[in-house]
């Protein structure tokens, strides 16, 4: 944290606004051909490794959703930016630990990652005793079904994690309230097998939660495949604030 509030040189507005020009005229056009309306998809502003000053400049320029996916960069981000006096809605879209469930609780206002029963127990648990109101929970899903990496297992019995289990943990909780799916295309496939994927998956989730319809899918190269298929939000970081120096 700084004393000072977090702003950015008029050049980086600049390029902001025409990065968020370029993704803006992205999702219309993918909203025009899949015949849907441009109400019906959010942009969350994917700032991770960037500084706070790029989310208040961001929500100056009228974004309203911002997504971060490591949370010792985001607690104190998200303080940064708040005492700025900015309040965007900020989404957690990373690998969540369940001792880090208690951060989280206090700036998080979706987080989009829980794929286990176990994770939606512990966050549960958090929320009711670090919040005020419920915290909207999106189900991580794997759509190819490798356990090893992220997502709770839409094909599998698991008890842990299967969907089924994870998205009745969720809907059943307390402090939690069940919001839709997020998934992340697997590296390899195909943007149009991946989200079609997604959306039989998504299509049957809603048959049991009707009221869930969020659907988190497309960052900045497959964004106009995800919003064909159904995504209801799109997580964009590169295209917008530029390459991160790193890979996370
Ligand atoms: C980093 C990240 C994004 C944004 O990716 P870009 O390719 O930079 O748009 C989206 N979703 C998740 C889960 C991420 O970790």
Redesign the pocket.
């Known amino acids: 944290m700084t004393d000072t509030p977090a702003t950015v040189r008029p050049d980086r507005r600049a390029e902001l606004a025409s990065g968020l020009a370029r993704i803006r005229a992205r999702i219309a056009d993918a909203c025009a051909a899949a015949g849907r309306d441009r109400s019906e998809v959010t942009l969350v502003a994917?700032t991770?490794t960037y500084p706070a000053g790029d989310v208040v400049a961001l929500a100056g320029l009228g974004v309203t959703d911002v997504?971060e996916?490591r949370d010792q960069e985001a607690a104190p981000k998200a303080a940064e930016v708040a005492a700025a006096g900015v309040t965007p809605r900020w989404h957690f879209?990373?690998q969540l630990q369940r001792n880090k469930c208690r951060s989280v609780v206090r700036y998080a206002d979706v987080v989009?990652?829980v794929d286990s029963v176990r994770l939606a127990a512990a966050l549960d648990a958090a929320a009711a005793a670090g919040r005020d109101r419920p915290l909207d929970v999106l189900v991580q899903v794997s759509i190819d079904g490798d356990a090893a990496r992220g997502g709770a297992l839409p094909d599998a019995a698991d008890p842990d994690r299967g969907l089924g289990p994870v998205a009745e943990a969720v809907a059943g909780s307390g402090a939690l309230r069940l919001g839709g799916l997020m998934a992340?295309a697997p590296l390899g496939w195909e943007p149009e097998r991946a989200f079609a994927r997604l959306a039989e998956v998504a299509q049957r989730f809603r048959v049991r939660h009707p009221e869930a319809t969020a659907l988190s899918a497309g960052?900045?190269?497959d964004l106009e495949t995800a919003i064909e298929y159904g995504a209801t939000h799109v997580?964009?970081?590169?295209?917008?604030l530029g390459m991160?120096p790193t890979l996370?």
């Open positions: 994917v991770k997504g996916n879209i990373g989009q990652s992340v960052m900045s190269g997580r964009v970081g590169s295209a917008l991160r996370r």
